[in-house]
T-cell receptor, first 107, second 114 residues
Framework: RKEVEQDPGPFNVPEGATVAFNCTYS??????FFWYRQDCRKEPKLLMS???SGNEDGRFTAQLNRASQYISLLIRDSKLSDSATYLC????????FGAGTTVTVRA | DAGVTQSPTHLIKTRGQQVTLRCSPK?????VSWYQQALGQGPQFIFQ???????QRGNFPDRFSGHQFPNYSSELNVNALLLGDSALYLC?????????????FGSGTRLTVV
């Protein structure tokens, strides 16, 4: 079983739409959780950390369910610039990445 | 404040050759991790260096080795290159070995093995 399994997408949504996707992780000892964003042929960049109580950063909302070992990301009011691959990441002693969810926002 | 710097940015090698990739961590960071990202996949952990020692290692063969220097910079060496080693190699640094504070990634070295 992969350490992090992600909803593969792709998600193709119009500007202004809401899009949500999730991932599951296998190691219950995982200590911290993140969503990274990766643009084509670029390095991953931290989008936001994910906390147990859930957290928002502008149009982005992340949720963590430790009991189900499930993480989600919701993007509201999608912008063209949100088009990217979103990587679900969990940390024990190292970062373990999902394969990424591709989101394309169309005009 | 310079972020993580990797060199070279692109590299083409022939099967069987050896390659060395370099990474300078972000100022104030002392832990360096290396990742391999094949096309269409998420980054896969190779190993992590802290205090000049390999602290953790992923599921990669011994052909992959590394080093960390006293100034915290690091090298990744790959021997006997295979076509399957073609990938983006990412270096990430963090301020403490536990990774709680998150990582900063370099822009990567794109290695092509022909």
């Amino acid at each position: 079983r992969k350490e992090v399994e992600q909803d593969p997408g792709p998600f193709n949504v119009p500007e202004g739409a809401t899009v949500a996707f999730n991932c599951t992780y296998s190691n219950s000892a995982s200590q911290s959780f993140f969503w990274y964003r990766q643009d084509c042929r670029k390095e991953p960049k931290l989008l936001m950390s994910v906390y147990s109580s859930g957290n928002e950063d502008g149009r982005f909302t992340a949720q963590l369910n430790r009991a189900s070992q499930y993480i989600s990301l919701l993007i509201r009011d999608s912008k063209l610039s949100d088009s990217a691959t979103y990587l679900c990441v969990v940390n024990v002693y190292k970062l373990s990445f999902g394969a990424g969810t591709t989101v394309t926002v169309r005009a | 404040d310079a972020g993580v710097t990797q060199s070279p940015t692109h590299l083409i090698k022939t099967r069987g050759q050896q390659v060395t990739l370099r990474c300078s961590p972000k100022s104030g960071h002392d832990t360096v991790s290396w990742y391999q990202q094949a096309l269409g996949q998420g980054p896969q952990f190779i190993f992590q260096y802290y205090e000049e020692e390999e602290r953790q290692r992923g599921n990669f063969p011994d052909r992959f080795s590394g080093h960390q220097f006293p100034n915290y910079s690091s090298e990744l060496n790959v021997n006997a290159l295979l076509l399957g080693d073609s990938a983006l190699y990412l270096c990430a640094s963090s301020p403490k070995g536990d990774g709680v504070y998150g990582y900063t990634f370099g822009s990567g070295t794109r290695l092509t093995v022909v």
